[in-house]
């Protein structure tokens, strides 16, 4: 069974700074991996996916997330972070085994302060 | 491209009442749906995943006569509460996809309140 680890449930960042949401993941195979942002009671957006080939994956708002298969993490940064980035994260995975439904992390809060 | 809507955006209804939610892919036609429940400050629970023409498969403890789940065509599915209660009050996202592995597009969710 795959599983997703969000290690922060909360990240508070002051604006202009750099920041990293943290993922790591369990899969018995290959493995499709996304980011997600939620406003407030809003659906998803997409950030960024990464299904195959180069492992820095650009997305965007000026994200990006590197797949790192020996550490089974898929970590989200962004150099310079704005106010409005402020949201909930979700970083998801899907497989093969799981008719590619997504399966969550339990999300990162990113509260940005000026 | 790729814009998924869910209607009503927020419903508020009595307990024993039905409610339904319809989920539509706008630019492009989705093999595959799904429909997830979010409860507050917690994150996506997969309910069931829906092809289009076949009946809906859903995840263990969804009780799937109680949620029914539509999907009859490549642009519609719909998700339909039965005899609601409080408890099922909820924040309802679907997804949509061309096909199962492809990515998935999210509908802004609809906020279900049981009185």
């Known amino acids: 069974a795959q599983s997703v680890t969000q290690l922060d449930s909360q990240v508070p960042v002051f604006e202009e700074a750099p920041v990293e949401l943290r993922c790591n993941y369990s899969s018995s195979v290959s493995v499709y991996l996304f980011w997600y942002v939620q406003y407030p009671n809003q659906g998803l957006q997409l950030l960024l996916k990464?299904?195959?080939?180069?492992?820095l994956v650009k997305g965007i708002n000026g994200f990006e997330a590197e797949f790192n298969k020996s550490q089974t993490s898929f970590h989200l940064r962004k150099p310079s972070v704005h106010i409005s980035d402020t949201a909930e994260y979700f970083c998801?995975?899907?497989?093969?085994?799981?008719?590619?439904?997504?399966?969550f992390g339990k999300g990162t809060s990113l509260l940005v302060t000026p | 491209g790729a814009v998924v809507s869910q209607h009503p955006s927020r419903v508020i209804c009595k307990s024993g009442t039905s409610v339904k939610i319809e989920c539509r892919s706008l630019?492009?036609?989705?093999?595959?749906m799904f429909w997830y429940r979010q409860f507050p400050k917690k994150s996506l629970m997969l309910m069931a995943t829906?092809?289009?023409?076949?009946?809906?498969?859903?995840e263990q403890g969804v009780e799937k006569d109680k949620f029914l789940i539509n999907h009859a065509s490549l642009t519609l599915s719909t998700l339909t509460v039965t005899s609601a209660h409080p408890e099922d009050s909820s924040f309802y996202i679907c997804?949509?996809?061309?096909?199962?592995?492809?990515?998935?597009?999210f509908g802004p969710g609809t906020r279900l309140t049981v009185l």
């Open positions: 997804s949509a996809s061309r096909q199962a592995r492809d990515t998935q597009y």
């Open positions: 998801a995975v899907s497989d093969s085994n799981s008719g590619y439904a997504l399966n």
């Open positions: 990464y299904l195959s080939g180069s492992t």
């Open positions: 829906s092809n289009e023409g076949s009946k809906a498969t859903y």
């Open positions: 630019d492009f036609q989705a093999t595959t």
